[in-house]
């Protein structure tokens, strides 16, 4: 009977100590994998016929400066150099998470786009690019009691900057504006007409992902015949590419 008391009464192992002991075996198993992993090879050139010049450890934080079909140059500390795409697809890291210019997509891509504006109108449009250029077409609508106006404008589509998830572009184009009986927009009698216009707009973007980006857009918008009215407006917008 005593020597069951002396059982029953040795210490339990703590629970502290056993997750002590888990998570040193994890640290052990992240480090041999680390160490196990392939180094990524800089190349002087975009191809593999190119020699080596450097081999980074596979969780260096890369730069990507600039791509050539499936090959990216990047620039890590002081090193730069070429890789292939697929040698980063084959060995991801929470220190280099894949940045938009390593996923294999065309920026000359057609973008679709859908707009409200301050002026309750709507606006649909498409930016494409074509003999070098990106060019945008646009449509835009407004009913407001009987008071509707149209238009439609095509013109030139310009990227100004983009650092991450975020990017700014413009637009500057010519179109035709429709002057609904009953709307003082372009006439100040309210008749039914139609009147040249000369509209710019400037767009922040928020880049969900390479194919979506919703938007704040400033636009101004020139008659050229009519009143001349000179419209400003304010505007969220919906991108889509293909």
């Known amino acids: 009977m005593q020597a069951?008391?002396?059982?029953?009464?040795?210490?339990?192992?703590?629970?502290?100590?056993?997750?002590?002991?888990?998570?040193?075996?994890?640290?052990?198993?992240?480090?041999?994998?680390?160490?196990?992993?392939e180094p990524l090879h800089l190349r002087i050139g975009p191809s593999s016929s190119y020699p080596i010049t450097t081999d980074l450890p596979s969780d260096t934080a890369l730069i990507p400066l600039e791509r050539?079909?499936?090959?990216?140059?990047?620039?890590?500390?002081?090193?730069?150099?070429?890789?292939?795409?697929y040698d980063l697809e084959k060995a991801p890291h929470i220190n280099r998470p894949e940045p938009l210019q390593f996923i294999d997509h065309d920026d000359k891509a057609p973008q679709a786009e859908v707009s409200i504006t301050t002026e309750n109108a709507l606006g649909v449009g498409l930016n494409f690019s074509a003999l070098e250029q990106d060019f945008t077409i646009r449509l835009t609508s407004a009913t407001n009691q009987g008071r509707d106006w149209h238009s439609l404008e095509a013109g030139l589509h310009q990227p100004f900057a983009e650092n991450g998830h975020w990017s700014w572009d413009g637009f500057l184009g010519v179109g035709v504006g429709k002057n609904g009986a009953g709307s003082h927009r372009w006439d100040n009698d309210g008749d039914s007409i139609m009147v040249p216009l000369v509209t710019a707009t400037s767009d922040i973007n928020w880049n969900i992902d390479y194919k979506v980006s919703i938007g704040a857009r400033v636009q101004m918008q020139q008659a050229l015949s009519g009143n001349s009215a000179n419209h400003g407006a304010l505007g969220l917008v919906w991108k889509i590419r293909f």
Request: proline share 4%; aromatic share 10%; charged share 10%.
């Open 4 to 37: 069951t008391l002396e059982i029953q009464q040795q210490p339990v192992p703590r629970i502290g100590g056993l997750y002590t002991l888990i998570k040193a075996l994890a640290l052990t198993v992240g480090l041999v994998q680390a160490a196990n992993a």
């Open 68 to 85: 050539q079909l499936d090959w990216l140059y990047v620039q890590a500390g002081n090193y730069r150099g070429w890789i292939n795409i």
